[in-house]
């Protein structure tokens, strides 16, 4: 399986700190990427990162790959009760075009 | 920007009934996708699509599950004889030629009673 298993499963954080996820993979990948999900709603992309990049910015965000660990981390900086969400890393995989695999994800609670 | 869109955001179908779900991709992609996530679980893989024709599946789509591409725009899913543990969340999604990056639609509920 080449899935994306993140951790921690759930995160629990004060408002203004700073909240981490990690992701590993197993097989080779083209690129990895982050998306975001509130409870019960669609899946919104956060971040890709190539295979050929170390680290991302993106806002608060901040993505970094490894891949000789196969491993990538999200950290999100001065967090705000509306990051209260489900953060999934996702690899790609072909199947006549390439397909996501999504981890298990990681849920993130904020307290305001 | 353009953006994948699915319709309708919510359906709610009695056990053995058909649903269709529809999914309109970005028009210059080539390749389509169906996914499935439980409510709570992870996002999973159901099939992919081009050139008319199923590229890959897994394991969950079985007979009851079909795909098509009726017109030049829209790309189905349809569930034959739906079964409560079909309820879940299904996105679509498509790609360019070439390209490892998929773009999702905000998915359909589905809801089997």
């Known amino acids: 399986s080449q899935q994306g298993e993140e951790d921690p499963q759930a995160l629990s954080i004060q408002e203004g700190e700073n909240a981490t996820m990690n992701c590993s993979y197993k097989?080779?990948?083209?690129?990895l990427q982050w998306y975001r999900q509130n409870s019960g709603r669609g899946l919104v992309h956060l971040i890709l990162?190539?295979?050929?990049?170390r680290e991302k910015h993106s806002g608060r965000l901040r993505v970094t790959l490894d891949t000789s660990k196969k491993s990538s981390s999200l950290l999100i900086t001065a967090s705000r009760a509306a990051d209260t969400a489900s953060y999934f890393c996702a690899t790609d995989a072909w199947a006549g075009g390439f397909k996501t695999i999504f981890g298990a994800g990681t849920r993130l609670f904020v307290k305001a | 920007e353009p953006e994948v869109t699915q319709t309708p955001s919510h359906q709610v179908t009695q056990m053995g009934q058909e649903v269709i779900l529809r999914c309109v991709p970005i028009?210059?992609?080539?390749?389509f996708y169906w996914y499935r996530q439980i409510l709570g679980q992870k996002v999973e893989f159901l099939v992919s699509?081009?050139?008319?024709?199923?590229?890959?599946k897994s394991e969950i789509f079985d007979d009851q599950f079909s795909v098509e591409r009726p017109d030049g725009s829209n790309f189905t899913l349809k569930i034959r004889s739906t079964k409560l543990e079909d309820s879940a969340m299904y996105f679509c999604?498509?790609?360019?030629?070439?390209?490892?990056?998929?773009?999702f639609g905000q998915g359909t509920r589905l809801t089997v009673v």
């Open positions: 990162i190539r295979s050929n990049e």
């Open positions: 097989t080779s990948i083209n690129n």
């Open positions: 028009s210059n992609h080539l390749y």
């Open positions: 999604a498509s790609s360019q030629q070439g390209s490892t990056e998929a773009f």
């Open positions: 699509f081009y050139n008319n024709e199923i590229s890959e």
